[in-house]
């Protein structure tokens, strides 16, 4: 293969990436936190906990709004999915629960997507933080709530913290 063939297609691999990157990073004004868990391609255990841990920036308003996404696959055997969460900040510990509609009842996937992947997302209650002068941050852990020991079709969650 020719060398400049190679440096070319790094370049332009680099350049895609670069963009990409700025890409989703503009669509999201105002995220003070954004991070996904990719599960195991087997599936997610019922005993694992998808933990999410970060101090917010100075400067962090009391209100933080919350946002949770899922990407399902064709593999998920149900039309919903119960998770349960618990929530640590400084000052407290929250403990709460949804049941996620993924799909209509004649078996449609809700959400964006095509082919065999869908997104979905939840708005979870926002996090307020004391208004003294402390350190924002916060934990989260969450459990899917099905019977399952090894549930199949979630390939991975994210959870996004932003403030407008």
């Known amino acids: 293969m020719n060398p400049s ?8 691999l680099l350049i895609g990436i670069m963009a990409g990157l700025l890409i989703g ?11 996904s868990v990719v599960l ?19 400067g962090t308003p009391n209100v933080v709004h919350r946002v949770l996404t899922l990407r399902n696959n064709n593999a998920f055997p149900y039309q919903n999915l119960w ?9 407290s510990v929250s ?13 449609t996937w809700l959400g964006k997507g095509w082919g065999s992947l869908y997104t979905n ?13 402390t350190l924002r941050w916060f ?5 899917h709530g099905l019977r399952d020991s090894l549930l199949s079709g979630i390939s991975d969650v994210g959870l996004r913290l932003y403030t407008n």
């Open 5 to 12: 063939f190679r440096k070319y297609s790094f370049l332009t």
């Open 25 to 35: 990073t503009g669509c999201q004004q105002g995220s003070v936190f954004h991070k």
């Open 40 to 58: 195991p391609a087997n599936g997610w255990d019922m005993n694992q906990k998808i933990r999410f841990s970060d101090t917010l920036p100075e």
């Open 83 to 91: 998770i349960y969460f618990k929530t640590f900040t400084a000052d």
């Open 95 to 107: 403990v709460d629960s949804i049941n996620w509609q993924l799909a209509k009842q004649d078996g």
């Open 121 to 133: 997302t939840y708005n979870l209650p926002d996090l307020v933080f004391p208004k003294k002068d």
């Open 139 to 143: 934990r989260m852990e969450l459990m």
